[in-house]
């Protein structure tokens, strides 16, 4: 029996302590000396012009260090590209405090700098600031023929693909068919912990920011363009997140503000988002999507067309991929897929859990329901006999996909034959039941990653990479990687992640940290393995004398041949035979394009909900929700199924309350807080079942792993809302829904 | 924040003196919707003096049969009382309803009667509110107003009165006392809370520097027949779109005696005597309940995204008429989750 056989086991979070100790500290905690604190001023108009800021008047309360808006920010970059952040969508980014001009409510417009938070805050208070109002709009529903079809955007959108076969003319021939419109308005992603940065002046102009983002290199670089900053003058720090879920995949004005008032103040200096500013800082984009389907008499899919159209800000392209999915998920020969954006008077959008794919999936996924009652076929059949083979998008194979396996466990699990076709025919507790499925893809993608490992002669071995924890697992799953790759037990691995100092990682985004980052992982404790190796086959009488790496292993603390476990040496003897105090390894990781070219890599799931509703009232109750996720190799079965639990959540969430609404006289969102953006509490929340259904990919990356950080939220929505139908007859288009939509 | 000064009171009369004494002040309890509304500079007083450690937090009897609430007792040690919970259960599970445990923890009974409007637009500086700022506008009126009046509302303001407790109250009908420069005075609940007319900066009838010092509940607590029944955006920790507070005193089949308010619907807890008189001397039918129900809403008026409140607040009225008929609740039932 081995000890150090870590991957796929469960164990507990290593950061766990840290939290609840209070010891892992958080963006707005770095409490460096001298710390001063700007509050961010935010604009009560949508589209304008400054005409003056009455600095002045704050400036002279005793206290106040500086008023910073676009009458005094210093000379900063010019260009637009000096603004682009790694996933910044084309178009010209925002920058914060450089014209007069308001494209957006609560733009910031100025920072007040001051020795107190609650100075800093009063001030702003204070602040008067003239403006000229011009009209705005920012209803989406009054450019659904003003869509245009966005450029190549940021990384990783796709344009739809072409469309294949006859789709216009095999939709008619169908001999069942629908045509369903759907929609949502916009969410916000709401992370407990608020935007910080707490930037620490070091001297001579050099700064060390702590700033709340998903990828700190993508801060450092912006930092530096927008700046003109140099490598050794900015060094970014994120070590814990409370929550990102794809809001700080971008550089924030918050990080921009905290910057520019410690380089003009050469002094530290925090800034804090509020609870209302969060809402101005990116969401999910306000969908509408129109879905045609039609069946063949076999109950085969002959044709679906998915066009769907979403809100951008007047600067920029945000892009996601939101129909594209539906050429993928199931056997059809005729498809149409279109994608469109409208411009609006407000921010931009930005990528939340399962960007696009959670808008689109809901289209599909309530649509195939549709189709299902349409055909007079049960919802999981049609799905059966529709199922694909190969990715027809690309024309090419799966390199694995075990969604047939997720059906079938998840169904079981449920107890999917007991449900009876007919809306309104299950009752229980004098309640209307209903039970619904839905299922979804999601991208396998890997991106170039580098780590460092070190090794001390004692036999600690530490693994650097500037990847993030917003509260996923990393630092669990890089030091089970670590651990299990040169056989030691967890306790003797560290994994240290989220600075600039380390090397570089890709921002942790789009479901790739454990195939990216655990690849590199792997590789920089594999390149220290091999110079052990070396080490050990100094001696003369070595019993590894000529072996190769790939024929040893590294097991409880030894290092021996694979297929003679008698010839070992102990680790920590050969380190300390060497005299060498550390040992250390460099290594990065790259998708292996040669292997993968001929597939597709994708991640599958599917969710079966069910959902009691009282019929005069109109409340839902979800009362169980089974998850199977098909995601390649589970690397810790703990933190793997919480994802899939916060998954679930959320689908619950975007089902049946979360929703931001704007006011478009104002151009204003309203519910800008917690009491009144509705997000999922305890109550809400049912008995949840995770199954992981294993998939052997070697094609993926060398570890197996897809990464399951937004596959598990997919489906989820649609099974609600197709269990709420099924319940009570009612076909619910536009989410969330609230029991007004049912009475 | 506005900058204050604060003093924490020890006797009722040091209170009102010390508040009398400061201008731009506030009493402040919990501090649970105080201290918000002055982060957001919705309220910025000058001075707050704390009440919530008054000798005001007992509970205890009264020699006509009730029972006195103190003013700064918490919701929590309210509704878990053992007198609330044997005579008074409408009012445990009202307060159960509402907040969260750790709100309820730090929230008075006198702040729960005072909260003010949870109205999107009042929260919030950058927009218009006649409340807020009289003569400013109501922003309410045409924009977003799901959690709106539909009962009672004015040109001049839609909001409503958001606590779940001050439902169950208007229909228990307690006495409020308070004690101001003036002296004490009792002023009957139903008179507490007011209608916005034309003057929303006034969400009740409180002089100037009055101190709520406690609630006196009469004997009769309609502990056998009684429902509260909160309708919601999730299934705990959000405000009512409506709720129903009903107590029956009942003979056999007949309803005796009857009391009915609304919540999440008006600027002040909606009781309405007109419907307990139809009530009275009739049997516990659905017929019945619907008749009532139907004349509750009769003048109802929508305001756009909250029109659907009519019709559930109808049907919530059927529906806790009848839970409260057949007598089946229990104190602490709504902590345990139900809806
Ligand atoms: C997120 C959130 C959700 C909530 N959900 C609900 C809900 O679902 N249902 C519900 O009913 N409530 C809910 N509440 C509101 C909560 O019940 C109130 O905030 C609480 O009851 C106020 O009591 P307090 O003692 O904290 O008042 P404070 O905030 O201290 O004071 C509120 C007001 O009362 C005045 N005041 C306080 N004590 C006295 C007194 N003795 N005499 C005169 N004036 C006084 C103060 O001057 C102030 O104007 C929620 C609150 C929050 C923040
Ligand atoms: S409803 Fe009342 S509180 Fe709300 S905006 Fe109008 S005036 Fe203000």
């Given at each position: 029996?081995?000890?150090?056989?870590?991957?796929?086991?469960?164990?507990?979070?290593?950061?766990?302590?840290?939290?609840?100790?209070?010891?892992?500290?958080?963006?707005?905690?770095?409490?460096?000396?001298?710390?001063?604190?700007?509050?961010?001023?935010?604009?009560?108009?949508?589209?304008?012009?400054?005409?003056?800021?009455?600095?002045?008047?704050?400036?002279?309360?005793?206290?106040?260090?500086?008023?910073?808006?676009?009458?005094?920010?210093?000379?900063?970059?010019?260009?637009?590209?000096?603004?682009?952040?790694?996933?910044?969508?084309?178009?010209?980014?925002?920058?914060?405090?450089?014209?007069?001009?308001?494209?957006?409510?609560?733009?910031?417009?100025?920072?007040?700098?001051?020795?107190?938070?609650?100075?800093?805050?009063?001030?702003?208070?204070?602040?008067?600031?003239?403006?000229?109002?011009?009209?705005?709009?920012?209803?989406?529903?009054?450019?659904?023929?003003?869509?245009?079809?966005?450029?190549?955007?940021?990384?990783?959108?796709?344009?739809?693909?072409?469309?294949?076969?006859?789709?216009?003319?095999?939709?008619?021939?169908?001999?069942?068919?629908?045509?369903?419109?759907?929609?949502?308005?916009?969410?916000?992603?709401?992370?407990?912990?608020?935007?910080?940065?707490?930037?620490?002046?070091?001297?001579?102009?050099?700064?060390?920011?702590?700033?709340?983002?998903?990828?700190?290199?993508?801060?450092?670089?912006?930092?530096?363009?927008?700046?003109?900053?140099?490598?050794?003058?900015?060094?970014?720090?994120?070590?814990?997140?409370?929550?990102?879920?794809?809001?700080?995949?971008?550089?924030?004005?918050?990080?921009?503000?905290?910057?520019?008032?410690?380089?003009?103040?050469?002094?530290?200096?925090?800034?804090?988002?509020?609870?209302?500013?969060?809402?101005?800082?990116?969401?999910?984009?306000?969908?509408?999507?129109?879905?045609?389907?039609?069946?063949?008499?076999?109950?085969?899919?002959?044709?679906?067309?998915?066009?769907?159209?979403?809100?951008?800000?007047?600067?920029?392209?945000?892009?996601?991929?939101?129909?594209?999915?539906?050429?993928?998920?199931?056997?059809?020969?005729?498809?149409?897929?279109?994608?469109?954006?409208?411009?609006?008077?407000?921010?931009?959008?930005?990528?939340?859990?399962?960007?696009?794919?959670?808008?689109?999936?809901?289209?599909?996924?309530?649509?195939?329901?549709?189709?299902?009652?349409?055909?007079?076929?049960?919802?999981?059949?049609?799905?059966?006999?529709?199922?694909?083979?190969?990715?027809?998008?690309?024309?090419?194979?799966?390199?694995?996909?075990?969604?047939?396996?997720?059906?079938?466990?998840?169904?079981?699990?449920?107890?999917?034959?007991?449900?009876?076709?007919?809306?309104?025919?299950?009752?229980?507790?004098?309640?209307?039941?209903?039970?619904?499925?839905?299922?979804?893809?999601?991208?396998?993608?890997?991106?170039?990653?580098?780590?460092?490992?070190?090794?001390?002669?004692?036999?600690?071995?530490?693994?650097?990479?500037?990847?993030?924890?917003?509260?996923?697992?990393?630092?669990?799953?890089?030091?089970?990687?670590?651990?299990?790759?040169?056989?030691?037990?967890?306790?003797?691995?560290?994994?240290?992640?989220?600075?600039?100092?380390?090397?570089?990682?890709?921002?942790?985004?789009?479901?790739?940290?454990?195939?990216?980052?655990?690849?590199?992982?792997?590789?920089?404790?594999?390149?220290?393995?091999?110079?052990?190796?070396?080490?050990?086959?100094?001696?003369?009488?070595?019993?590894?004398?000529?072996?190769?790496?790939?024929?040893?292993?590294?097991?409880?603390?030894?290092?021996?041949?694979?297929?003679?476990?008698?010839?070992?040496?102990?680790?920590?003897?050969?380190?300390?035979?060497?005299?060498?105090?550390?040992?250390?390894?460099?290594?990065?990781?790259?998708?292996?394009?040669?292997?993968?070219?001929?597939?597709?890599?994708?991640?599958?799931?599917?969710?079966?909900?069910?959902?009691?509703?009282?019929?005069?009232?109109?409340?839902?109750?979800?009362?169980?929700?089974?998850?199977?996720?098909?995601?390649?190799?589970?690397?810790?079965?703990?933190?793997?199924?919480?994802?899939?639990?916060?998954?679930?959540?959320?689908?619950?969430?975007?089902?049946?309350?979360?929703?931001t609404v704007m006011d478009h006289k104002f151009g204003r969102y309203m519910n800008h807080n917690f009491a009144e953006y509705h997000i999922p509490v305890n109550a809400?929340?049912?008995?949840?079942?995770?199954?992981?259904?294993?998939?052997?990919?070697?094609?993926?990356?060398?570890?197996?792993?897809?990464?399951?950080?937004?596959?598990?939220?997919?489906?989820?929505?649609?099974?609600?809302?197709?269990?709420?139908?099924?319940?009570?007859?009612?076909?619910?288009?536009?989410?969330?829904?609230?029991?007004?939509?049912?009475? | 924040?506005?900058?204050?000064?604060?003093?924490?009171?020890?006797?009722?009369?040091?209170?009102?003196?010390?508040?009398?004494?400061?201008?731009?002040?506030?009493?402040?309890?919990?501090?649970?919707?105080?201290?918000?509304?002055?982060?957001?500079?919705?309220?910025?007083?000058?001075?707050?003096?704390?009440?919530?450690?008054?000798?005001?937090?007992?509970?205890?009897?009264?020699?006509?049969?009730?029972?006195?609430?103190?003013?700064?007792?918490?919701?929590?040690?309210?509704?878990?009382?053992?007198?609330?919970?044997?005579?008074?259960?409408?009012?445990?599970?009202?307060?159960?309803?509402?907040?969260?445990?750790?709100?309820?923890?730090?929230?008075?009974?006198?702040?729960?009667?005072?909260?003010?409007?949870?109205?999107?637009?009042?929260?919030?500086?950058?927009?218009?509110?006649?409340?807020?700022?009289?003569?400013?506008?109501?922003?309410?009126?045409?924009?977003?107003?799901?959690?709106?009046?539909?009962?009672?509302?004015?040109?001049?303001?839609?909001?409503?009165?958001?606590?779940?407790?001050?439902?169950?109250?208007?229909?228990?009908?307690?006495?409020?006392?308070?004690?101001?420069p003036n002296g004490e005075r009792t002023i009957a609940f139903e008179d507490f809370h007011r209608l916005p007319a034309d003057q929303p900066e006034f969400d009740n009838?409180?002089?100037?520097?009055?101190?709520?010092?406690?609630?006196?509940?009469?004997?009769?607590?309609?502990?056998?027949?009684?429902?509260?029944?909160?309708?919601?955006?999730?299934?705990?920790?959000?405000?009512?779109?409506?709720?129903?507070?009903?107590?029956?005193?009942?003979?056999?089949?007949?309803?005796?005696?009857?009391?009915?308010?609304?919540?999440?619907?008006?600027?002040?807890?909606?009781?309405?005597?007109?419907?307990?008189?139809?009530?009275?001397?009739?049997?516990?039918?659905?017929?019945?309940?619907?008749?009532?129900?139907?004349?509750?809403?009769?003048?109802?008026?929508?305001?756009?995204?909250?029109?659907?409140?009519?019709?559930?607040?109808?049907?919530?009225?059927?529906?806790?008429?009848?839970?409260?008929?057949?007598?089946?609740?229990?104190?602490?039932?709504?902590?345990?989750?139900?809806?």
């Amino acid at each position: 029996m081995t000890q150090t056989n870590h991957i796929g086991k469960a164990p507990n979070r290593v950061d766990g302590p840290l939290k609840v100790a209070g010891a892992a500290h958080y963006s707005g905690e770095f409490n460096v000396p001298n710390l001063a604190y700007g509050y961010v001023v935010s604009s009560p108009i949508t589209k304008g012009k400054i005409l003056k800021v009455y600095a002045d008047e704050v400036r002279a309360l005793p206290g106040v260090l500086e008023v910073f808006s676009h009458e005094n920010v210093p000379y900063l970059a010019w260009f637009d590209k000096s603004y682009k952040d790694q996933i910044a969508p084309g178009g010209s980014p925002f920058r914060p405090l450089h014209a007069p001009d308001i494209t957006f409510n609560q733009q910031p417009v100025a920072l007040v700098v001051a020795d107190t938070f609650e100075l800093a805050r009063y001030a702003a208070a204070l602040l008067r600031i003239d403006y000229e109002q011009q009209a705005h709009e920012t209803n989406l529903e009054t450019k659904r023929t003003e869509g245009y079809a966005p450029g190549k955007g940021k990384t990783g959108f796709q344009p739809p693909p072409p469309p294949r076969g006859k789709p216009d003319k095999a939709l008619e021939n169908a001999t069942h068919s629908i045509e369903a419109e759907y929609a949502h308005g916009a969410q916000h992603h709401n992370p407990m912990e608020l935007f910080a940065t707490t930037v620490e002046w070091r001297g001579n102009g050099q700064i060390t920011a702590y700033d709340k983002t998903q990828g700190v290199y993508n801060v450092q670089n912006y930092l530096m363009g927008v700046f003109g900053l140099g490598k050794n003058d900015v060094r970014v720090v994120n070590q814990f997140m409370g929550g990102g879920f794809g809001s700080g995949l971008r550089p924030q004005y918050s990080v921009f503000m905290a910057v520019l008032a410690a380089l003009e103040l050469k002094r530290s200096v925090r800034v804090t988002l509020t609870r209302q500013q969060m809402f101005s800082i990116g969401h999910r984009p306000n969908t509408l999507q129109l879905l045609k389907m039609g069946t063949n008499p076999d109950g085969t899919l002959a044709a679906l067309q998915h066009h769907a159209l979403h809100e951008t800000s007047q600067f920029e392209d945000y892009t996601e991929n939101v129909v594209n999915w539906s050429g993928m998920l199931y056997k059809c020969e005729n498809v149409k897929l279109g994608y469109e954006l409208a411009k609006l008077d407000i921010y931009s959008p930005q990528d939340m859990r399962a960007p696009g794919a959670a808008s689109g999936n809901v289209g599909l996924e309530v649509a195939m329901d549709e189709m299902a009652y349409a055909a007079g076929l049960d919802p999981l059949e049609f799905r059966l006999r529709n199922y694909a083979e190969r990715d027809q998008n690309v024309d090419k194979p799966f390199s694995s996909k075990k969604l047939r396996e997720c059906y079938r466990q998840a169904a079981a699990k449920f107890g999917w034959e007991n449900r009876t076709q007919a809306p309104r025919s299950m009752r229980a507790n004098g309640k209307l039941v209903g039970m619904g499925m839905g299922g979804g893809v999601w991208d396998a993608s890997q991106q170039k990653s580098a780590a460092k490992a070190l090794i001390s002669a004692d036999g600690k071995l530490t693994v650097r990479s500037a990847t993030g924890e917003n509260g996923t697992g990393t630092y669990t799953i890089m030091t089970q990687i670590a651990a299990e790759t040169l056989g030691l037990p967890l306790k003797a691995v560290t994994f240290e992640l989220g600075d600039t100092d380390q090397p570089e990682a890709p921002i942790q985004g789009g479901s790739w940290t454990a195939a990216s980052v655990g690849t590199a992982v792997k590789n920089a404790c594999d390149a220290l393995g091999e110079k052990i190796l070396k080490l050990a086959q100094k001696p003369a009488d070595s019993p590894l004398m000529g072996a190769k790496y790939e024929e040893v292993e590294f097991v409880n603390g030894q290092l021996r041949l694979r297929l003679d476990h008698a010839q070992a040496v102990v680790l920590r003897d050969v380190l300390q035979a060497s005299g060498k105090s550390q040992l250390e390894a460099d290594s990065s990781a790259m998708p292996n394009m040669v292997k993968q070219n001929g597939y597709s890599l994708h991640s599958h799931n599917v969710a079966f909900a069910e959902v009691e509703v009282d019929e005069d009232l109109g409340t839902i109750k979800v009362t169980r929700v089974v998850s199977a996720v098909a995601a390649g190799r589970i690397l810790n079965q703990k933190t793997a199924r919480s994802q899939v639990l916060g998954s679930v959540v959320w689908g619950l969430g975007m089902a049946l309350m979360e929703e931001t609404v704007m006011d478009h006289k104002f151009g204003r969102y309203m519910n800008h807080n917690f009491a009144e953006y509705h997000i999922p509490v305890n109550a809400d929340i049912p008995h949840i079942d995770v199954i992981f259904v294993h998939e052997d990919d070697d094609i993926v990356n060398p570890l197996g792993v897809k990464g399951i950080g937004e596959v598990g939220m997919l489906g989820v929505t649609a099974a609600i809302a197709n269990a709420v139908f099924h319940a009570t007859g009612k076909r619910v288009r536009d989410l969330p829904i609230m029991l007004d939509k049912l009475l | 924040m506005y900058p204050f000064t604060y003093s924490r009171a020890t006797n009722v009369a040091d209170a009102v003196r010390d508040k009398a004494g400061h201008k731009a002040s506030a009493y402040v309890g919990g501090g649970t919707n105080l201290i918000d509304l002055m982060k957001m500079n919705v309220e910025q007083p000058a001075h707050l003096v704390n009440v919530a450690k008054l000798p005001l937090s007992k509970i205890e009897d009264l020699p006509d049969g009730g029972l006195r609430l103190g003013a700064t007792a918490t919701n929590s040690d309210t509704a878990w009382n053992e007198a609330v919970k044997k005579r008074y259960p409408l009012l445990n599970q009202a307060i159960l309803a509402g907040a969260s445990p750790q709100l309820r923890n730090a929230a008075t009974n006198g702040g729960n009667l005072m909260q003010r409007t949870r109205c999107y637009y009042f929260y919030d500086v950058a927009t218009p509110c006649n409340k807020r700022e009289p003569g400013s506008g109501c922003s309410a009126i045409g924009g977003y107003n799901r959690i709106h009046a539909i009962l009672g509302a004015s040109e001049t303001c839609i909001a409503t009165h958001p606590s779940d407790m001050c439902v169950a109250l208007a229909a228990l009908a307690p006495t409020v006392r308070v004690s101001g420069p003036n002296g004490e005075r009792t002023i009957a609940f139903e008179d507490f809370h007011r209608l916005p007319a034309d003057q929303p900066e006034f969400d009740n009838t409180l002089a100037e520097g009055e101190l709520i010092t406690s609630l006196d509940l009469p004997e009769k607590g309609f502990a056998k027949h009684f429902a509260y029944l909160k309708l919601r955006d999730r299934h705990s920790y959000a405000f009512a779109l409506v709720s129903v507070a009903v107590g029956l005193e009942m003979d056999g089949d007949t309803i005796t005696d009857a009391r009915l308010a609304l919540g999440g619907v008006a600027h002040k807890p909606w009781r309405d005597k007109a419907a307990e008189a139809l009530l009275k001397g009739q049997p516990a039918t659905a017929e019945t309940f619907g008749r009532v129900a139907a004349h509750v809403v009769a003048n109802a008026v929508g305001q756009g995204s909250n029109d659907f409140k009519i019709e559930l607040a109808r049907r919530a009225i059927v529906r806790a008429l009848k839970q409260a008929a057949e007598g089946k609740q229990e104190a602490g039932d709504m902590y345990l989750g139900g809806q």
